[in-house]
């Protein structure tokens, strides 16, 4: 086991940016090179682009869609786009639109083929941004740190849903690790003007509150400012940090507005927008999407990270008891810039528990700072459990079975980690590999149906993947099931003003705030080629009357294909989190039970 570093060693780790490059350490056991270090992260994130399912239908619907739109012609439409409250960025799907765009001009290109090349593109810069941030890590904390952060990352599952993700909080992620590696790399001097840009550039492009992950390094940087007050020209040099970091971000914000002026054909700030809805609604905001108990991010995180999230939670605790043991030999002010970089986490866990609509991609832009503190606390765990007095408690424990604890422990959290990974993938990936037979990713292949066929969807409308799954001209339509919320609509596919992408501007009908239901979404079943359902063999319960089985209608439907999928009801809790093999070594009530995932074709008469 690793030695603590000595008093001196840990005085020099955190000290002010004019003398923290003076002093180089040595080479550690624990250091990983950047470019072996950017293939792990790569192989995790190419690996989530391939298998992982469309865990949120905003995924599909807020983004996949519009996307879909702008390069194809043709979209499902959701009230946040609609010029008459513009909350969604299209500086951000622009970007997205350019990456599948580039994949049509390469050979055997399909729309299926699109959709994973835009996934493929994010595992890349998503590595690029860890692999940055783990280097900065590295020199500025512990190389052993840093190759704790690598493990936490790679091994969770909840790298593996947001990693390639397409959303905001995903993008913010990128952006956080970018903006943190930048305020925490004090190597040439203090790096706050960049930290701030690229913490607006979450903000701005994604999600507008991620860019309050930089609070913590705004108050060091304003504590440099306190200290140096007797110093004018350091006193000046913070000053135009921080002004020269806040005239960056009111470019990119003006930016941005450009770019959605153009297409909501009105002055619009997304941000604002953004805010307002969430903060200022008067309607009821995000809380009428539902809303959930304080203790959901702390499962959803134990499920997502297991050992990592304990580790993190604690390391803050753990950090202040190391300092409190060694007071005598460290000091506390060399404990300065540790908090710093602890506070994101749990600044970030603490304002958005407080909330009460609660979703998963929530946490995505605090990942970074999650992995980050898992790192720092396993760090001071190993320091403490690899002490070799005798005198101590812990010294008496032979190394070898020390070596054998923290290896079965990190192996056990693997397991648990690749378990969850597994079971997700193998319970909730039927959309994605459901739409072959129509022919939307084969190319020159044509599959069934023909122009302007529907695909319908009931019960199972938030399952839908996006129209890349759909052939050239075959659109996705709604049918009455026992939903009462407001569904997407369509982009008007009319040709007017300048002619390019007039639905983005064109007043909509149909669209609200309130979650409100709008029955012109609704097609009559009739008008339906092909239709997607659900079935589960094992319910007995009454079937509602606008959700029966059509899968069993083998007088109106055939079965096309089927896709095995978990029955989360009749399924034990733990069987529903983590992957369980069905042999009889499982007790049966721990068995994960199945339905299937249907497309269905209407019979001809």
Known sequence: MAQPAPASAQRREF?????????????????????????????????????????????????????????????????????????????????????????????????????????????????????????VISFTLNPRIGLFFLLATIMSPGNFHASTAYLPSSFAMYASLLGAAAFMNWRGGVRTTQGILWFAVGGIFGWPFAAALCFPFLVEEALFLVTAASNRDRTLESVLRVARGGLFATLILLGDAGINTFFYKKFVTVPWNIVKYNIFSSTGGPNLYGTEPWTFYFRNLLINFNLWFVLALASLPLFVLQKVINAKRTGFSS??????????????????????????????????????????????????????????????????????????????????????????????????????PLGAGVAGEKGLGAKGDSVCFGKEWYRFPSSYFLPRDMHAKFIRSEFRGLLPGEFSEAKVGFGFWSGTWLPTTGLNDQNQEDMSKYVDVRQCSFLVDTQYPERTDPLPPNEPDYVADTENWQVVKCEPFLDAANTHLLARVLWVPNTPLVPEKLRRKWGQHCLLQRKRK
């Not at 080479?27 to 192989?43: D, K, T």
């Not at 304002?351 to 001071?380: D, S, V, W």
């Not at 070799?388 to 959290?413: E, N, R, W």
């Open 335 to 436: 404990g300065l810039r540790t908090v710093v970089f602890m506070s994101p986490f749990y600044m970030w866990l603490t304002i958005f528990t407080l909330q009460p609509h609660k979703e998963e991609r929530f946490m995505y832009p605090a990942y970074p700072f999650l992995a980050l503190n898992a790192a720092m606390g396993l760090h001071i765990v190993l320091s403490t459990f690899g002490n070799s007095d005798p005198k101590t408690l812990v010294g008496k424990i032979p190394a070898k079975l020390k070596l054998v604890v923290v290896l079965f422990t990190l192996s056990l959290s693997l397991g648990i980690g690749l378990a969850r990974i597994v079971g997700v993938y193998q319970g909730y990936s039927a959309p994605l590999g459901l739409y072959e």
């Open 15 to 135: 000290v002010h940016p004019e003398a923290s490059h003076a002093k180089k350490k040595g080479p550690s056991a624990f250091a990983i090179e950047p470019i072996n270090a950017f293939y792990a992260f790569l192989a995790a994130n190419v690996i989530a682009a391939l298998f992982a399912p469309i865990q949120d239908c905003d995924e599909t619907f807020n983004y996949w869609e519009p996307t879909h739109y702008l390069s194809h012609g043709y979209g499902l439409q959701t009230w946040e786009y609609s010029p008459e409250f513009s909350i969604r960025s299209w500086t951000y799907v622009v970007f997205h639109v350019l990456i599948g765009n580039f994949r049509r001009l390469l050979p055997h290109s399909t729309k299926v083929s699109e959709f994973y090349f835009v996934r493929y593109v994010l595992a890349f810069i998503c590595a690029i941004c860890q692999v940055l941030f783990f280097r």
